[in-house]
């Protein structure tokens, strides 16, 4: 059990256009969920947590308008990069919470955004 | 604040040999530590945490760690490496005080050599 998905697993898109990223908690109900950005040899940076209907959370630095969240379902939250740049390719990581006790993190399989 | 550190970026052992990746935390309440693995191009895999009771956890695929409040180390270890085991692993403390989020240590790469 707890096992979450994202999709897609990598892309690729041209600078200036939109890409959504979805993360799913397939066998659990989460009620938060957080986003990653991991650079290459890095550790993994938060960029925000989000929780069903709610908005979300953002860490300092990380620009709302630019990393849209939405937590629609308690099953499911998207992020989308809006008008994409080169500076955004990097690997997505998201995460679910399944218990509220433990808090341990379920992590999805992360996306590969490439913007060319 | 919360924060871990990860001293070694890099960890070389040899197969059969035991491995010990190191962990250190600040916390300003109870700690809650996590230790995760990931292989190239994935998504984080839970080893094992420490939320209370015995300072010795036993974890997923032989690891385990010790928690040590004294020296508020969380250092993991396991007794025969296996050259599989090569990977980056990540040491994880929750921020009770803050929507319970993670912060992550740097990374350990670790290379187990045949």
């Known amino acids: 059990g707890a096992v979450v998905s994202q999709h897609p697993s990598w892309v690729i898109c041209k600078s200036g256009t939109s890409v959504k990223i979805e993360c799913r908690s397939l066998?659990?109900?989460?009620?938060?969920m957080f986003w990653y950005r991991q650079f290459p040899k890095q550790s993994l940076m938060l960029m925000a947590t989000?929780?069903?209907?709610?908005?979300?959370?953002?860490e300092q630095g990380v620009e709302k308008d630019k990393f849209l969240i939405n937590h629609a379902s308690l099953t499911l939250s998207t992020l989308t990069v809006t008008s994409a740049h080169p500076e955004d390719s990097s690997f997505y990581i998201c995460?679910?919470?399944?218990?509220?006790?433990?808090?341990?993190?379920?992590f999805g399989p992360g996306t590969r955004l490439t913007v060319t | 604040a919360q924060s871990v550190a990860q001293p070694e970026d890099q960890v070389n052992v040899a197969e059969g040999n035991p491995l010990t990746v190191k962990c250190t935390y600040s916390?300003?309440?109870?700690?809650?530590l996590f230790w995760y693995v990931q292989y190239p191009n994935r998504g984080l895999q839970f080893l094992l945490k420490?939320?209370?009771?015995?300072?010795l956890v036993k974890g997923s695929y032989g690891f385990e760690a010790e928690f040590n409040k004294s020296q508020t180390s969380f250092h993991l270890k396991k007794p025969s490496a296996l050259v599989s085991d090569s990977a980056l692993y990540f040491c994880?403390?929750?921020?009770?005080?803050?929507?319970?989020?993670?912060?992550f240590g740097s990374g350990t790469k670790l290379n187990v050599k045949p």
């Open positions: 995460s679910a919470v399944r218990d509220r006790r433990s808090y341990e993190q379920y």
């Open positions: 066998d659990f109900q989460a009620t938060t």
């Open positions: 989000s929780n069903e209907g709610s908005k979300a959370t953002y």
């Open positions: 916390v300003s309440g109870n700690p809650y």
């Open positions: 420490y939320i209370t009771g015995d300072n």
């Open positions: 994880a403390v929750r921020d009770e005080g803050n929507f319970n989020k993670f912060y």
